[in-house]
C-alpha cells in the first residue's frame, strides 16, 4: 500500500532503517521536492510506524546533508544552491580522481564490475531515449561512479563517496536533455582512460565531473532565481484613490 508522496507503509521489524530508506528514496527521485516540510505526525501516519523511528530517520537525513532542521522552524528537504552543486561535485572530484589514482598505483585492479555497470547503463539508455534522465538512468549513473571508487579497495573513500553520491542523485534531476548516445560515450570514456598511459583516467574523470557540473549548475539557477524572485501579487502594494490618502500615509 501507498501513501502520500508515494511512501510505502513499513511494516518490517527495523523501523528505523525502513522509513530512512524510504525518505530518502523520496527526496533523493524528487517525490518530495526541495522546500517541502518534514513533519513527523503526518509521516508517521503515512508509513504506518511511531514518531521516533521518522524522528531518528530524521536526523539521519540531517546528517547525510538531505534535509534540513532547525529549532522553532522545523524540517525540510535540503534546497541545493548553484554553490551546493559546484561544492558536491568537487568533493566527488576530489575522491574519484584520488580513488582512480591509488587503483593505477597498485597496477592491479579488475575492471569487470565497471564493464558491467557500463553496459546496465548503455541498457537504460537505449531504452530511454533522449529524454531527460530518468530514474533507473540516474541509478546507473550513480551505481557507475560507486564501483569507479570501489577500484581503489579503499572503504573509508567508498563511506566518505556515500553520502555525495546521494546528493549527486537528488542533483542529476536537474540534469537537461542529453543525448543517450553522449550518455554513454562520457562514461565508456572513463573506462578506455584505464588502457591510456599515465594518469589519463585521473584526468578523465576530473573533466566528466566538471562537464556534468557544468550542465547542471544553469538550471539549478535558473531555478533558485525563480523561487527567489517575489511574485507582483506578493507584493501587496495598495493603491491610494485620493491624493489626500498619500499625505496620511506619508504621515503614518
Not at 174 to 187: A, E, K, L, R, T
Request: proline fraction near 5%.
Amino acid at each position: 500500500m501507498t501513501t502520500h508522496w508515494g511512501l510505502a507503509t513499513v511494516e518490517r521489524r527495523s523501523a528505523t532503517e525502513q522509513v530512512l530508506k524510504e525518505l530518502r528514496a523520496a527526496i533523493i527521485d524528487g517525490r518530495i521536492g526541495p522546500r517541502a516540510p518534514l513533519r513527523e505526525v503526518a509521516l508517521a501516519e503515512a508509513l504506518g510506524t511511531g514518531r521516533s523511528a521518522i524522528r531518528e530517520a530524521l536526523s539521519a537525513l540531517v546528517q547525510e546533508g538531505l534535509v534540513v532542521s532547525e529549532l522553532n522552524r522545523g524540517t525540510w528537504v535540503r534546497e541545493l544552491s548553484p554553490s551546493d552543486v559546484i561544492d558536491v561535485y568537487r568533493a566527488r572530484e576530489a575522491i574519484e580522481t584520488a580513488a582512480v589514482a591509488a587503483a593505477l598505483e597498485r597496477g592491479v585492479y579488475d575492471l569487470s564490475p565497471l564493464r558491467q555497470a557500463l553496459a546496465d547503463l548503455r541498457a537504460i539508455c537505449d531504452r530511454d531515449g533522449i529524454e531527460a534522465p530518468s530514474q533507473a538512468l540516474i541509478a546507473a549513473d550513480i551505481d557507475f561512479h560507486r564501483t569507479l571508487v570501489a577500484l581503489a579497495r579503499s572503504p573509508r573513500l567508498s563511506r566518505a563517496h556515500e553520502p555525495l553520491a546521494a546528493e549527486s542523485q537528488m542533483l542529476l534531476n536537474w540534469h537537461p536533455n542529453y543525448s543517450s548516445s553522449d550518455y554513454v560515450d562520457d562514461h565508456r570514456r572513463l573506462l578506455d582512460a584505464f588502457g591510456a598511459p599515465g594518469d589519463a583516467a585521473v584526468r578523465a574523470v576530473r573533466d566528466h565531473l566538471r562537464l556534468t557540473e557544468d550542465l547542471i549548475v544553469p538550471a539549478v539557477e535558473d531555478y533558485s532565481t525563480r523561487v527567489s524572485t517575489p511574485a507582483p501579487a506578493t507584493l501587496a502594494l495598495r493603491v491610494l484613490d485620493d491624493p489626500a490618502d498619500a499625505t496620511q500615509e506619508a504621515d503614518r
